[in-house]
């Protein structure tokens, strides 16, 4: 196993590496632990959200999201069509430069991940409508993320993208598979299924903030980044949460699903984004590429808990002035990072 010393020293030694073939022997052997430790991290932050998920929800919230899937296609197209576009835009009136324009594109072009259902419970937004979209994001993105490379990372590079379509596949099935398992425990033991949503969650939570800080420590290309990476960075995000959230206030969504639709807009799969990079784009200096990635989702960590601080602070200023009941007072689940008992999420 590596050790703090040797992840530095291995990051150092490829930082001005350009093509994957060129990396010795005992680098890739390096670079195949790093692979695996992270695999093995990431798997246990996606189950442990996505079993947390699970034991929220009830068979009939897939019923109603079928009933009203205004919010899922709504999601779907912001996160597709309207994010990339943006991405692109970006990248053009900024200037970035090829290596680093890549990596935004890919990031924007990439299915949704686990983190948005994650602050979509934190900040009390629609829990079903965000697992559906994420689910459905990755069986599009087996289509959509080729095309999208194709049409808007042609810009800056001629290869084609090795799409990992076995992961996305397994990443697919695996989410659906401990969803459901998180709602028959929620069916058959509701008291455990508490318990696994806090545990779940607080888990998810502080163990992806410590991923993303990290591999931003390990990344050694950020301090040679230009100002540009860091700006995109900064106001991408924003971007695309406004828009997500002003693309379900324009078709009249509640607004807890708005601030769904805006988090699964933002909250990339960077795991899928990173996978691609490695394995296409070897005339780039491929760990420049992962720059925007890496500080990318830890900005989008640092988002989304000063979204959920101030939700919750709106939350609990509102129920001492008003006292609202919830709109979903049928559902008797208890969200313990709530700081009232009253749900005043549609307000907001």
């Given at each position: 196993?590596?050790?703090?010393?040797?992840?530095?020293?291995?990051?150092?030694?490829?930082?001005?590496?350009?093509?994957?073939?060129?990396?010795?022997?005992?680098?890739?052997?390096?670079?195949?632990?790093?692979?695996?430790?992270?695999?093995?991290?990431?798997?246990?932050?996606?189950?442990?959200?996505?079993?947390?998920?699970?034991?929220?929800?009830?068979?009939?919230?897939?019923?109603?999201?079928w009933q009203s899937p205004g919010g899922i296609i709504l999601s779907i197209i912001s996160q597709f069509v309207t994010y990339p576009l943006v991405g692109f835009i970006f990248n053009y009136l900024m200037n970035v430069q090829s290596s680093y324009a890549v990596g935004v594109?890919?990031?924007?072009?990439?299915?949704?991940?686990?983190?948005?259902?994650?602050?979509?419970?934190?900040?009390?937004?629609?829990?079903?409508?965000?697992?559906?979209?994420?689910?459905?994001?990755?069986?599009?993105?087996?289509?959509?993320?080729?095309?999208?490379?194709?049409?808007?990372?042609?810009?800056?590079?001629?290869?084609?993208?090795?799409?990992?379509?076995?992961?996305?596949?397994?990443?697919?099935?695996?989410?659906?598979?401990?969803?459901?398992?998180?709602?028959?425990?929620?069916?058959?033991?509701?008291?455990?299924?508490?318990?696994?949503?806090?545990?779940?969650?607080?888990?998810?939570?502080?163990?992806?903030?410590?991923?993303?800080?990290?591999?931003?420590?390990?990344?050694?290309?950020?301090?040679?980044?230009?100002?540009?990476?860091?700006?995109?960075?900064?106001?991408?995000?924003?971007?695309?949460?406004?828009?997500?959230?002003?693309?379900?206030?324009?078709?009249?969504?509640?607004?807890?699903?708005?601030?769904?639709?805006?988090?699964?807009t933002v909250f990339e799969n960077i795991g899928i984004a990173m996978l691609i990079l490695v394995g296409t784009y070897t005339k780039f200096d491929w760990?420049?590429?992962?720059?925007?990635?890496?500080?990318?989702?830890?900005?989008?960590?640092?988002?989304?808990?000063?979204?959920?601080?101030?939700?919750?602070?709106?939350?609990?200023?509102?129920?001492?002035?008003?006292?609202?009941?919830?709109?979903?007072?049928?559902?008797?689940?208890?969200?313990?990072?709530?700081?009232?008992?009253?749900?005043?999420?549609?307000?907001?």
């Open positions: 196993m590596l050790s703090s010393k040797g992840l530095l020293t291995t990051m150092s030694s490829i930082k001005t590496t350009t093509n994957v073939n060129d990396i010795s022997p005992d680098l890739l052997s390096s670079l195949e632990a790093i692979k695996t430790g992270t695999i093995i991290i990431l798997f246990i932050l996606i189950a442990s959200i996505n079993l947390a998920m699970g034991c929220t929800l009830k068979f009939n919230d897939f019923k109603q999201q594109i890919l990031v924007v072009a990439s299915p949704g991940s686990s983190l948005s259902s994650l602050f979509t419970y934190l900040v009390d937004g629609d829990i079903c409508m965000s697992v559906c979209s994420t689910a459905l994001s990755m069986v599009i993105s087996l289509g959509m993320l080729p095309a999208l490379m194709f049409i808007y990372g042609s810009s800056w590079t001629s290869e084609t993208a090795v799409i990992p379509y076995t992961m996305i596949a397994i990443t697919c099935a695996v989410l659906i598979g401990q969803v459901l398992l998180g709602m028959v425990i929620r069916t058959w033991a509701p008291k455990i299924a508490v318990y696994i949503v806090t545990i779940g969650t607080t888990v998810g939570l502080v163990g992806y903030s410590i991923f993303a800080l990290f591999y931003i420590v390990m990344q050694t290309s950020l301090i040679h980044s230009p100002w540009s990476v860091y700006f995109m960075v900064l106001i991408l995000p924003i971007a695309g949460f406004t828009i997500g959230y002003a693309t379900g206030y324009i078709f009249k969504q509640q607004p807890r699903r708005c601030r769904t639709i805006a988090l699964e760990i420049t590429c992962s720059v925007f990635p890496i500080l990318y989702i830890g900005m989008t960590v640092i988002y989304g808990l000063v979204y959920m601080m101030v939700f919750r602070a709106i939350q609990k200023r509102a129920a001492k002035n008003e006292g609202y009941a919830s709109l979903e007072a049928e559902d008797d689940f208890e969200n313990p990072w709530l700081l009232v008992e009253t749900d005043l999420s549609f307000r907001y």
